[in-house]
T-cell receptor, first 115, second 107 residues
Framework: NAGVMQNPRHLVRRRGQEARLRCSPMKGHSHVYWYRQLPEEGLKFMVYLQKENIIDESGMPKERFSAEFPKEGPSILRIQQVVRGDSAAYFC?????????????FGPGTRLTVT | RKEVEQDPGPFNVPEGATVAFNCTYSNSASQSFFWYRQDCRKEPKLLMSVYSSGNEDGRFTAQLNRASQYISLLIRDSKLSDSATYLCVVSYSTLTFGKGTMLLVSP
């Protein structure tokens, strides 16, 4: 049973470009979560999605960030017009059931570097 | 007050030592509690869930005190491979992570 897959593992973007991060949940998991970890900081919740629905986006910055989890294909976290402060590790997690009551399993992360 | 607070660390201990991590949380409505482990530049991995009755998994023991909003993790007979950052995680609707406490086990 493959774990949570994320790609790319490393992504370098220049300021002003767009970054697209992909996440495929574990087989049988329909709940996806995105987290951001800034250097020397803890993980911060960004958004929680089920297929075709955003359930909780209370941790998403108001501008430039968006997320989707289409009926087919991976979940996508999109960052438009990246700035240096967006440099971080972005982790995706999945769980079989939602509402935060269940363990979440993390992917290896995408390390975004904005130059 | 931070939502989840942990000992700042790092903890430097010799192999074989017993080490305890403490964690407090602010949301009394929190439903679930976990300890995760994160190795340098890797993803967090679930170490164990924490139950009110306390639970043990080999050398690891976790305790939860809901009245005090306090969680602990005890590691007995530390191994070199236990060196990592230990994350206290509390769940209400989503997971809230503490900043973590780094453990360094030396020979």
């Amino acid at each position: 049973n493959a774990g949570v897959m994320q790609n790319p593992r490393h992504l370098v973007r220049r300021r002003g470009q767009e970054a697209r991060l992909r996440c495929s949940p574990m087989k049988g998991h329909s709940h996806v979560y995105w987290y951001r970890q800034l250097p020397e900081e803890g993980l911060k919740f960004m958004v929680y999605l089920q297929k075709e629905n955003i359930i909780d986006e209370s941790g998403m910055p108001k501008e430039r960030f968006s997320a989707e989890f289409p009926k087919e294909g991976p979940s996508i976290l999109r960052i438009q017009q990246v700035v240096r402060g967006d440099s971080a590790a972005y982790f995706c997690a999945s769980s079989p059931l939602g509402q935060g009551a269940y363990e979440q399993y993390f992917g290896p992360g995408t390390r975004l570097t904005v130059t | 007050r931070k939502e989840v607070e942990q000992d700042p660390g790092p903890f430097n201990v010799p192999e074989g030592a017993t080490v305890a991590f403490n964690c407090t949380y602010s949301n009394s409505a929190s439903q679930s509690f976990f300890w995760y482990r994160q190795d340098c530049r890797k993803e967090p991995k679930l170490l164990m869930s924490v139950y009110s009755s306390g639970n043990e998994d080999g050398r690891f023991t976790a305790q939860l005190n809901r009245a005090s909003q306090y969680i602990s993790l005890l590691i007995r007979d530390s191994k070199l491979s236990d060196s990592a950052t230990y994350l206290c995680v509390v769940s209400y609707s989503t997971l809230t992570f503490g900043k973590g406490t780094m453990l360094l086990v030396s020979p």
